[in-house]
């Protein structure tokens, strides 16, 4: 019998940012779906650790990674072949940012526009390219870039990060019709998710977004995390996609 398009039994997927509050609960979401996950971590030494030893199933390691070094996402790809001699799922979840007014452009310094564009940007251009051989090597593999509404409102934490998001979103189109059929490339694009990902931004201040948009809902990592496992398992047909999860703010 064929095995159910949601049973992920067998595959591999590596989480970039696995340590991240999206990254980890999409690392729960595919690993109860059967895959053996790799958890990416930066510092988060701690929290991959925590995560691996919750993971249900088998198989799963957590690797370090630092995606704004190069070297170090070709390190990570060599220990991925060496450990499971195959990738079919890749979720580039890592991300930085900080709140700087968008009208304040003197705060908006090259330093910070360069590691924002570095991390959100470039890091997952480069992560693809060093995963690319393993990817194909499937011939039905899917990468999820893990975006924002920030790319298509021009809103958010600052102007460089929406820019580099919106910049991801332009690579997810021509990746998907430079990949394909091998590698299916999709984007899922969060609104204000409740995680510490933005510096300073309290519980309260997502509540107030929540209460101003048409769903009435602060969006949680696990509501972000299924929507990557839709586009793992079940929209098989679609590539080069964007799935927006904010509640209906953006509307
Ligand atoms: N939370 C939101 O409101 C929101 C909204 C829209 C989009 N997003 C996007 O969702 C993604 C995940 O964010 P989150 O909310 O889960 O935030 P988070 O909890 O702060 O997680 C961020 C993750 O990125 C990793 N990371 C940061 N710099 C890195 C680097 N140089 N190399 C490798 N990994 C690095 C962190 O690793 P370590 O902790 O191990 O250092 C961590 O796992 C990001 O791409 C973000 O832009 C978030």
Known sequence: ????????????????????????????????????????????????TALLSELPGTGHRAMLVAIDDSASIRRLA????????RLDILVNAAGMTRAIPHDDLD???????DRVFAVNLRGPLATIRALKPLLQATGDAVVVNISSTSAFTGRGSNIAYAAAKAGLDTLTRSLARALAPAIRVVGVS????????????????????????????????DDVARAVLACVTHLKAATGIRIVVDGGSHL
């Open 1 to 48: 019998m064929a095995q159910p398009c949601d049973d992920l039994t067998g595959r591999v997927a590596l989480v970039v940012g696995g340590s991240g509050g999206i990254g980890a609960a999409t690392a729960r979401q595919l690993a109860r779906a059967g895959a053996r996950i790799v958890i990416g971590y930066h510092q988060g030494r701690t929290a991959a």
């Open 107 to 113: 705060a908006l310094d090259d330093a910070t526009i």
């Open 78 to 85: 060599d220990e991925i072949a060496d450990a499971y001699g």
């Open 190 to 221: 969060p609104g204000s998710v409740e995680t510490d990902f933005v510096p300073g931004r309290d519980r309260e201040a997502l509540q107030r977004q929540a209460r101003a948009s048409p769903l009435q809902r602060v969006i949680e990592p």
